[in-house]
């Protein structure tokens, strides 16, 4: 099978997209070091893909007062993202406080890059295996409590 197929790489390289949200996590269950863009290009991945095309792009109006609702309810929390609809994809601001929740930006032992070039280099000179053993003890962790 593909998981197979993927095994023999020492690593893998993912631009954010709805389409690839299973390959993060097939990866890091697989402990293969995954390089991602650096948070700071995140907003412009995350909110890309099927979202875009107006076929899919609907918001029931009622999920809409709910979250907005919610965040009214919360803003005492701190947490900024709130302030913000997630469903407006066309404002920067509310697409990168929402994209700091996505576990393409929470996730430890990722590894960022802010360029293709640098991608090579790291891909080149890092020691992937502290990498992987990171995410091989985070996987039996949330497997763990998964169970629980």
């Known amino acids: 099978g593909a998981s197979e197929a993927f095994a023999g790489f020492e690593a893998a390289v993912i631009w954010p997209y709805d389409v690839s949200q299973m390959r993060l996590y097939e990866f890091y269950a697989m402990a293969m070091p995954i390089l991602v863009p650096a948070r700071s290009q995140l907003p412009s991945y995350l909110y890309r893909g099927l979202t875009t095309i107006d076929d899919f792009n609907q918001v029931l109006p009622s999920a809409r007062e709910a979250t907005m609702a919610a965040a009214k309810e919360e803003r005492h929390s701190g947490a900024t993202h709130l302030d913000f609809d997630p469903f407006d994809r066309g404002?920067?601001?509310a697409v990168s406080?929402?994209?700091q929740l996505t576990h393409w930006f929470t996730l430890p032992?990722?590894?960022r890059f802010e360029s293709a070039a640098q991608a090579l280099v790291m891909l080149a000179q890092a020691d992937l295996r502290p990498i992987s053993a990171?995410?091989?003890l985070r996987q039996s962790q949330d497997l763990v409590r998964a169970v629980d």
């Open 134 to 136: 990171g995410m091989r």
């Open 97 to 99: 406080m929402w994209s």
């Open 109 to 111: 032992h990722l590894l």
């Open 91 to 93: 404002n920067w601001q």
